[in-house]
Structure formats: structure tokens, C-alpha cells
């Protein structure tokens, strides 16, 4: 039933930002822990950012200070503003819940150039 749909990646310069977006349907998110992940080419998925049911928050340490992990409960939407951006941050970014169990999307491609 969940259906997951990321938005808003790009190419970006160095020291830019971009806002990603991820429209979830099929589950009421804000019950859940949600969270942004990440692939680069050649490594593992990794998480970047989760936001829990009491609107808490967490980050790796590689995005901290720079990723801001929200969601608009009414709108089924969660977003991920990356201000800062690195060319380390240039990847695929997926939203899931925090387990990772749903159906993943296809993703948003981020581009960060030197």
C-alpha cells in the first residue's frame, strides 16, 4: 500500500543547496519513524537522517550542522533541506521509514560539483 516518492535532486556547486522531497502515500508517516538515505556509487546505502513520532531528530555525523530533516504531517510530505553541500554528498537520496521496510522508491539523484 505505501508508496514513496522522492523529488528535488539536481546538480549543485559546491557550498549550494537543494531541498528534497518525499511524498508518501498509503501510511499515515507521522505515526512512524521516518528517515532520508542515501547510495553513492560503489557503497552502501547509508542513513542521513531520521525524525521521529515526537517530531525528534537525528543525523550521521557526516551531515550534521548541515541537513535539516522535516515533515508536513497534513501533506503526507517529508523533506530534507542540504545546505552546505559537499561533492561527498553527491549520491541517490531515498526516504523510507526508520526500519527501512517499506517499498523503496526511485530515489533522487544529487549532484555536487567542486
Known amino acids: 500500500q505505501v508508496q514513496l516518492v522522492e523529488s528535488g535532486g539536481g546538480l549543485v556547486q559546491a557550498g549550494g543547496s537543494l531541498r528534497l522531497s518525499c511524498a508518501v502515500s498509503?501510511?499515515?508517516?507521522?505515526?512512524?519513524?521516518m528517515a532520508w538515505y542515501r547510495q553513492a556509487p560503489g557503497k552502501q546505502r547509508e542513513l542521513v537522517a531520521a525524525?521521529?513520532?515526537?517530531?525528534?531528530?537525528g543525523y550521521a555525523d557526516s551531515v550534521k550542522g548541515r541537513f535539516t530533516i522535516s515533515r508536513d504531517s497534513a501533506k503526507n510530505t517529508m523533506h530534507l533541506q542540504m545546505n552546505s553541500l559537499k561533492p561527498e554528498d553527491t549520491a541517490v537520496y531515498y526516504c523510507?521509514?526508520?526500519?527501512?521496510?517499506?517499498?523503496w522508491g526511485q530515489g533522487t539523484q544529487v549532484t555536487v560539483s567542486s
Open positions: 523510507n521509514n526508520r526500519a527501512g521496510t517499506y517499498p
Open positions: 498509503g501510511s499515515i508517516f507521522s505515526l512512524n519513524a
Open positions: 525524525i521521529y513520532s515526537d517530531s525528534g531528530t
